[in-house]
């Protein structure tokens, strides 16, 4: 399974932006797709998870009010509406899926949230 994320930038804060990650190869389908992020000096975090069904499943506290993750099964993909964005959002945003008990990870990119 290959994962490719797009739709970094940069953004002021308080703006928004969309990320999208489309998977390709061997993909199944019952499997749970979401996003993590990984800022400088930081350990990589969950930031929202999403099972096929559509149902949400986990999602970060600090995001909850402002990221909507949502999925297109037919496209195999997964995107992050991230609305509000703060500094601290600034991270690089990897793709993530998880299926058969294996994990997948896409390249990641990067959100700078600047002024």
């Known amino acids: 399974v290959q994962l490719q994320a797009s739709g970094g930038g940069l953004v002021q804060p308080g703006g928004s932006l969309n990320l999208s990650c489309s998977a390709s190869?061997?993909?199944?389908?019952?499997?749970?797709m979401g996003w993590y992020r990984q800022a400088p000096g930081k350990q990589r975090e969950l930031v929202a998870t999403?099972?096929?069904?559509?149902?949400?499943?986990n999602v970060a506290a600090s995001v909850k009010d402002r990221f909507t993750v949502s999925r297109d099964n037919a496209k195999r993909s997964v995107s992050l509406q991230m609305n509000s964005l703060k500094p601290e959002d600034t991270a690089v945003y990897y793709c993530?899926?998880?299926?058969?008990?294996?994990?997948?990870w896409g390249q990641g990119t990067l959100v700078t949230v600047s002024s």
């Open positions: 993530n899926l998880r299926q058969g008990g294996i994990v997948f």
């Open positions: 190869g061997m993909v199944f389908s019952d499997n749970i």
């Open positions: 999403i099972l096929s069904s559509g149902e949400i499943g």
